[in-house]
Nanobody
């Protein structure tokens, strides 16, 4: 069964940086792409950034220019480098593939809190 393990979250001051990691249980990111999503309290989960199997990246307007998505397919790992963090970036961050033939399976996520 597919599993995702996110890590790297924490408490950071506004303007700070964090690097999130996501390890998948198999070599699926190179085929199905990877997306980062976040869910703030009281809100629905929303996509933040994605990279397709072919390597094309796309960012939501709210993070464009501040976040960078990448992957290491040999390590089955995806990354989200987050710079110039703002309080509104506070959320639980999740990763997943862009195509999910195994169903809607999610990891535990990693909490990011941006506060002074």
């Amino acid at each position: 069964q597919v599993q995702f393990v996110e890590s790297g979250g924490g408490l950071v001051q506004p303007g700070g940086s964090l690097r999130l990691s996501c390890v998948a249980s198999g070599s699926i990111f190179r085929i199905y792409g990877i997306g980062w999503y976040r869910q703030a309290p009281g809100n629905q989960r929303a996509w933040v950034a994605l990279i397709t199997g072919g390597g094309t990246t796309t960012y939501s307007d709210s993070v464009k220019g501040r976040f960078t998505i990448s992957r290491d397919s040999d390590k089955n790992t995806g990354y989200l480098q987050m710079n110039s963090l703002k309080p509104e970036d506070t959320a639980v961050y999740y990763c997943n593939t862009l195509v999910r033939p195994w169903g809607d399976i999610w990891g535990q996520g990693t909490q990011v809190t941006v506060s002074s």
